[in-house]
């Protein structure tokens, strides 16, 4: 049977990010999705002035037909949630729907450059920390895990070294494994430490583009990977690959990369290696 993941996280209707890159990633990449919108925008939040429908009714909704169906998911996938209500129900939506052996995998989505998302505060942060508990992967980045650790943030390589040092805090009976992406490391180079069950790094070159939606796409490959049954260190290391390839793809695409990383076209090369790497 095709292997089947939820999806719990914001739609734009402009600009590639959050549902918009699951979408379009997960099926390719041969998994049945089921998308949960959290939220409607009009446009990804990097243009002015977009429209926010907050979808948290239809949830509950669809939630209840959904276990009247007796629904269950071989991985739970969740992104952007933006209000306490969300984090609830998201909290909800795992202890009903998570099938026997399904990976969690949540990317928290509140923060970058050292300052929360407009909109998010302590009390946020507090709540989403006791969702982290639920997943068995969480995806922070840099800023993201400074605030769920109460560390101070500055973009350094020791900065991120004192996060991973400290990252063991939040693991417990279901979180094995803290993915702290955009680190900083020495010589200008960026990337990945893993903390937890499954201890690695991995840096890579700095460009010079940074995109929208970047880690969305990050993320979707990760988790579809994870549902794949590849390990943590192996979904990581290809979802880098691929994001860094398709980002420095979009450096060629002048004013078109605002509405998000140009991956479409690198689809296929990601088939080919997940069909490589299975061979």
Known sequence: MIPRIAVLQD??????????VAMSVLPAMGLEVAALPTALLSTHTAFEGFTFVDLSGELERIMAHWRALKMKFDAIYIGYLGSIRLIELAERFINLFRAEGAHVILDPAFGDNGALYTGFDGT???????LCEHADVILPNVTEACFLLDLPWEDSSACAEHVRAEAHRLLGEWLQNVLITSCRFPDDRTGLICAGADEFVYPHDRLALSCPGSGDLF??????LMTLGRSVHE???IAADFT???IEYSMN???HRWYGVDFEPMLGALIRRIGEENA
Do not use: M, N, T
């Open 11 to 20: 739609l734009s209707c402009i600009g590639r990010c959050s549902l918009g």
């Open 244 to 246: 860094r390839d398709c």
């Open 235 to 237: 979904a990581a290391r």
């Open 219 to 224: 993320a979707s490959v990760f988790a579809g």
């Open 124 to 130: 946020y942060v507090a709540r989403l920390r006791k």
């Open 253 to 255: 695409c002048g004013d």
